[in-house]
C-alpha cells in the first residue's frame, strides 16, 4: 500500500478508498502496467504527488473569486472533495469501483497512459459510456511486443468493454505508435478521430456535437494532447496541440451537455516540466470541471 499524501487535492481531507462521502473524490494511479521496469521508474509516477502540491494554494482560495468560473468555487470555502490517495496497478480497478459505488465522481492521477483503461474498467455497473480521448495519439495498437495493456493500447482495450459506446479521439497529430490498421481499425468500430488541425479549424463545439446530449462521459486526458506551450512536461511533446482554453471547453461543455461520469489525467512527467506549468494547467482544468459539473 503506498504511503498516504502528504496533502490532500485542493488541501482535501484525504480518506481511504470505500463508501465516501463527497461528490468528488481523487485517486491516484502512479503505475499503470509498464513495458520494462525503465518505465516503472520514470519520474511519471511521481505525477499525483506534484499534481497534489500544485493544488495546494488554491485549496486555501476556494471561496475567492475566480474569473475562469465567473464567481468562486465553493462561495462557504466548503467543497465536496475528498482524496483517496494513490493506489497500485492492481487495485486501481477495485478503487475506482468503490468511488463509483458511492456515488462520486472519480478523478485520476496518473501515471502512464496504461492507467486510463483500468480505470474505465471500474465502470461496467455504470455504463454506457462515450469517451472523449484527448491526446496527441489514437492509443489503439493492440499489443506492443505482446504487451496488450501497455501505454499505446488503453483505448483499444476500452473499446472491447462492452459499457463503451463510442470513443472520439481528438487532437491527433504528428506520428506515433500507430499502425494504419489501426486507425481503420478504430473508424470500422463507429469511433471518431478530430485532429487538433480540425479542432482548430472548427472549434470546441463540433467535436461536443459528436456525443449524444444526455449521456454518460469519461474524459481520457493524455498530457501530449495540448500544446507543448501549455503541458511542457511529457515525454512526446508536438508542436501544434489544443490550446488551455479549448481544452477548458472541451470539459466544461461536455459536463452541460451531460454528465461527466470520470476523468484520468497521464503521462505528466514532472522532472520535464518547466516551472510546474503542466500541474498548474492540470489544477485548473479540474477547478473548472468540478464547477461545471456542480460542485
Keep these: 500500500m503506498p504511503p498516504p499524501p502528504a496533502i490532500g487535492f485542493l488541501a482535501a481531507p ?16 502512479p503505475h499503470g502496467i509498464p513495458y520494462s521496469a525503465a518505465n516503472a521508474g520514470a519520474s511519471v509516477v511521481e505525477a499525483p504527488r506534484a499534481i497534489r502540491e500544485r493544488s495546494a494554494r488554491f485549496g486555501r482560495m476556494l471561496g475567492h473569486y475566480d ?3 465567473g464567481g468562486a468555487l465553493a462561495a462557504d470555502g466548503r467543497l465536496s472533495l475528498v482524496d483517496c490517495g494513490d493506489v497500485q496497478a492492481a487495485r486501481a480497478t477495485d478503487a475506482v469501483r468503490a468511488v463509483l459505488a458511492a456515488g462520486a465522481m472519480p478523478i485520476v492521477l496518473g501515471g502512464d497512459d496504461s492507467i486510463t483503461a483500468l480505470a474505465i474498467a471500474a465502470f461496467a455497473a455504470h455504463g454506457p459510456l462515450c469517451i472523449l480521448q484527448i491526446d496527441a495519439h489514437i492509443d489503439y495498437r493492440d499489443e506492443v511486443n505482446g504487451v496488450r495493456d501497455g501505454y499505446s493500447s488503453p483505448m483499444r482495450r476500452a473499446a472491447e468493454m462492452p459499457w463503451v459506446q463510442r470513443i472520439v479521439h481528438c487532437g491527433a497529430r504528428g506520428v506515433g505508435s500507430a499502425r494504419p490498421e489501426d486507425v481503420r481499425d478504430t473508424l470500422a468500430r463507429g469511433n471518431r478521430i478530430v485532429t487538433a488541425r480540425e479542432l482548430h479549424a472548427r472549434g470546441a463545439q463540433s467535436v461536443l456535437g459528436e456525443f449524444p446530449a444526455g449521456a454518460r462521459y469519461y474524459i481520457a486526458f493524455d498530457c501530449d494532447g495540448l500544446d507543448p506551450a501549455v503541458m511542457p512536461g511529457t515525454s512526446a511533446p508536438l508542436p501544434g496541440g489544443l490550446s488551455y482554453d479549448e481544452a477548458a471547453d472541451l470539459l466544461v461543455g461536455l459536463a452541460r451537455r451531460g454528465t461527466v461520469a470520470g476523468i484520468s489525467f497521464a503521462e505528466y512527467y514532472p522532472s ?4 510546474g506549468i503542466t500541474a498548474l494547467a492540470i489544477v485548473r482544468l479540474i477547478v473548472s470541471l468540478i464547477a461545471a459539473s456542480g460542485s
Design 67 to 69: 474569473f475562469d468560473l
Design 14 to 29: 484525504i480518506v481511504p478508498v470505500g463508501p465516501v462521502d463527497a461528490r468528488f473524490a481523487v485517486i491516484g494511479i
Design 272 to 275: 520535464l516540466d518547466l516551472n
